[in-house]
Every structure is written in structure tokens, then in C-alpha cells.
């Protein structure tokens, strides 16, 4: 089955870290640029950062710049985003999506990641 | 900052016709922008409509359709249904590798 399951949500406290996984089935995980786009709580989307399909060349929102960092290991199929310093603006469920600018035509549910303020 | 701007709110009529359009805080949306259309009904994640301006993602029924109409990107919804109240958004592309979400549109169908 085509697919993305994010994992690694939860509680953090403020100034603490974590680090979001995205695991990826049913396709050529290698042709695809991938995404991460975040929605805090009753507010639209927000696109934090995108990496190619070698995993080298990464970009990010300036919200995040410098604070998280997006890696893929095209061994296992799997995406990450390593968040450090969290603040409560970064509540949110964080999305991965199979794609980049052009078009991000696979989504997955979402993983909620919270830091209270 | 250059800022995405979609309008908050918008209603049609079942059957009716809707654009919904995106633009910037300052300039012009041109096709080098590569405007994307994404649909997200509440707890879900968002789904691809258009991508490239006008070219509609697979499934897409093709009552939805992109354009460029002035100086914005354009969403148009022909005979619209019920299940097409959903939030909306447009994702421009800055360069650099840079994307930017507009801040959505609501869309009542009533």
C-alpha cells in the first residue's frame, strides 16, 4: 500500500527536543522529494522544510532555521525532523508529504507534538 | 516578507460556481510561481487539487480547475457539491527552494 505514517509526536517541555520520523511503503522512495508542513491549532498550513531525494539539499521556513533539521535514510525509507529548542508556537501536528514545490500528492495523518508554554 | 493572501471566507450556492484566488502581499502570481490548490476537510490531512497552475492531480474530478486570473492564482469550483465544503489552500513557490502556504479559505456550500 502507498503510503506515510509519522511517528515521534508527543509532550515536550519548553527549550527540549524530539525528533519526528515518517516512514514511507508502496513506492520508489528515492524519486521523491519530501516535506514536512506543520498546523498548529485552528490555523492553516505552514511549510517548514523539504529535502530532495538524495537527501542533499535541504531547505527550511525561517520559523524553523536553524532550530530543526530534516535528514532521510533512503536505506530504511524513512524521513525525519530533528526539532531542538521547541517553543510553544511549535505545537502543532506536523505533516509528512511524498513531493516538494511542484506537487505533494501523498500526505500522512499527521503526528501532534506540544510544548506547553 | 512576502506574505500569501487568500480570502478568509467564501459561500456558493450547491451548483453553483466559485474562485477562490491567492496572491501576494506585494507583486504579481505568475506561473513561475507554480501555483498548488490543497483541500483539507477538519481532522483530515490536505489533499493535492492542482498543481503547475492548471493541471489537476490524480482523482480530481474535473470540476475543479487552476488558473492565473489577473495578478493571482485562481481556483474555480463548477457545480459545487456539498462535500466540497473544505478549507483551501494555496502553496507558491518563493525559489530557493522556499514554499509558503496561503492562510486558506473556508468555503460554505449553502
Known amino acids: 500500500e502507498v503510503q506515510l505514517v509519522e511517528s515521534g509526536g508527543g509532550l515536550v517541555q519548553p527549550g527540549g527536543s524530539l525528533r519526528l520520523s515518517c516512514a514511507a511503503s508502496?513506492?520508489?522512495?528515492?524519486?521523491?522529494?519530501m516535506t514536512w508542513v506543520r498546523q498548529a491549532p485552528g490555523k492553516g498550513l505552514e511549510w517548514i522544510s523539504n529535502?530532495?531525494?538524495?537527501?542533499?539539499?535541504?531547505y527550511y521556513a525561517d520559523s524553523v532555521e536553524g532550530r530543526f533539521t530534516t535528514s532521510r535514510d533512503n536505506s530504511k525509507n524513512m524521513l525525519y525532523l530533528q526539532m531542538h529548542s521547541l517553543r510553544a508556537e511549535d505545537t502543532a501536528v506536523y505533516f509528512c508529504?511524498?513531493?516538494?514545490?511542484?506537487?505533494?500528492?501523498?500526505w500522512g495523518d499527521g503526528t501532534t507534538v506540544t510544548v506547553p508554554s | 516578507q512576502t506574505v500569501v493572501t487568500q480570502e478568509p471566507s467564501f459561500s456558493v450556492s450547491p451548483g453553483g460556481t466559485v474562485t477562490l484566488t491567492c496572491g501576494l502581499s506585494?507583486?504579481?502570481?505568475?506561473?513561475?510561481?507554480?501555483p498548488s490548490w490543497y483541500q483539507q476537510t477538519p481532522g483530515q490531512a490536505p489533499r493535492a487539487l492542482i498543481y503547475?497552475?492548471?493541471t489537476r492531480s490524480s482523482g480530481v474530478p474535473d470540476r475543479f480547475s487552476g488558473s492565473i486570473l489577473g495578478n493571482k492564482a485562481a481556483l474555480t469550483i463548477t457545480g459545487a457539491q456539498a462535500d466540497d465544503e473544505s478549507d483551501y489552500y494555496c502553496?507558491?513557490?518563493?525559489?530557493?527552494?522556499?514554499?509558503?502556504f496561503g492562510g486558506g479559505t473556508k468555503l460554505t456550500v449553502l
Open positions: 508502496g513506492f520508489t522512495f528515492t524519486s521523491y522529494a
Open positions: 506585494s507583486g504579481s502570481v505568475s506561473t513561475t510561481y507554480y
Open positions: 529535502i530532495d531525494g538524495s537527501g542533499g539539499s535541504t
Open positions: 502553496l507558491l513557490y518563493m525559489g530557493s527552494g522556499i514554499s509558503v
Open positions: 503547475s497552475t492548471s
Open positions: 508529504a511524498r513531493g516538494g514545490y511542484l506537487l505533494m500528492g501523498l
